[in-house]
């Protein structure tokens, strides 16, 4: 990452009204020139010229319009995972969905009277991490979520994403989706209208809230499946340590580890990122790895698979931000 001391304020940063119009909405939770290595799963990415907790609809509302007024980037963030900010960080302001966002309203087999005999709808905030959704739903007595414990993301970037596990998706369990636009209109897009495939989910609007549909079920019966994909999970996968998940999809008919272990990468560095000796599909920062790392070693495994196999990886990543000092060393040496 780039020294702090050498970041120099944007023309967003050095604009007095905009910054005093952000602190009347959000008060001390606006933050400048934040490192994005806070709060991403891979602890890598320069600085956010704006972050901001957003804690209700109301003040989302707020933000937009002052989005708009003033012709700002915005950038949503959910967990962080799945994620590689570049060292040269984020311009405009970026948001984070929590407070309101962080809402789960579940009945569950033992909360009041059914809806029906076989399933729930429950309704979950944007900002609600899969992990923690999965445990509530199954102490409530409710089937569907358990191959999500070991997803790290947030339920508003797995409807983008069409996060998927175990053979099942989340995109199979959504009634609903209820979403702003950049305009701050409110809208409920229904599951049918959405098509949802392979990494492939909802892309329009601003999640703010999903329906559910799962099934009843016995929560020891839940939580010990939970258990057993998840440990299934952590056997195949380098879940602790600093990685953003699966760097690249698999393509149709193969799967993107395999091919990167064939082409003989596994291990591989630069700098301190590394291709994980686990999964071959996953990106470690070991250290103090850069994005210009990074994307160093993700040119290098495309060029080498690319050679082995004849296929094209495609990343499953977000790449976001602008490129630091770091990135234009590193691409003077490729």
């Known amino acids: 990452m780039e020294d702090p001391k050498s970041w120099v304020p944007t023309k967003w940063v050095r604009n007095p009204r905009l910054v005093e119009r952000l602190r009347a909405i959000v008060g001390l939770r606006l933050k400048i ?24 609809e109301a003040e989302l509302k707020d933000v ?4 708009r007024d003033h012709n700002l980037p915005g950038f949503i963030l959910g967990g962080g995972t799945n ?41 979950v905030g944007a900002g609600v991490s899969l992990p923690r959704l999965s445990r509530e739903a199954a102490t409530a007595g409710l089937s569907g979520l358990e191959f999500t414990a070991g997803i790290p993301g947030r339920i508003g970037g797995a ?12 995109g199979e369990l959504i009634k609903w989706v209820r979403v702003a636009s950049p305009a701050g209109e409110e809208k409920l897009i229904l599951a049918e209208d959405i098509n949802f495939t392979y990494r492939h989910g909802l892309k329009e609007g ?11 079920g016995e929560p020891s019966k839940i939580k010990r499946q939970m258990h057993e994909l998840l440990a299934r999970k952590k056997a195949a996968q380098p879940l602790s340590g600093r990685n953003a998940g699966c760097i690249f999809l698999n393509p149709p008919g193969n799967y993107a580890g395999a ?13 301190q990122a590394k291709v ?7 990106i470690q920062n ?15 495994i495309k060029s080498r698979v690319k050679d082995y196999s004849g296929i094209d990886l495609d990343l499953e990543i977000t790449v976001v931000g602008e490129e630091g000092l770091g990135d234009q060393r590193q691409e003077a040496v490729i």
């Open 286 to 300: 070991i250290g103090k790895a850069t994005a210009a790392d990074v994307l160093k070693l993700i040119k290098i």
């Open 83 to 123: 994620l590689l900010v570049r060292d040269g960080g984020i311009r405009g302001l970026t948001l984070r969905p929590t407070g309101f966002f962080n809402k789960i309203d579940i009945r569950g087999r033992d909360k009041g009277e059914r809806r029906n005999e076989k399933s729930e709808i429950i309704k």
């Open 64 to 67: 937009l319009e002052l989005i």
């Open 159 to 170: 409807v983008k994403l069409n996060a998927s596990a175990f053979g099942k998706s989340i």
């Open 276 to 282: 994980s000796d686990k999964h071959a599909n996953f």
């Open 33 to 56: 020139n934040e490192p994005m290595s806070r709060h991403t799963s891979f602890k890598i990415g320069g600085p956010a010229d704006f972050f901001v907790e957003i804690e209700s």
């Open 259 to 271: 091919l990167i272990e064939k082409a003989g990468l596994k291990g591989s560095c630069v700098g």
């Open 206 to 216: 601003i999640v703010l809230e999903v329906g559910l549909e799962l099934s009843y």
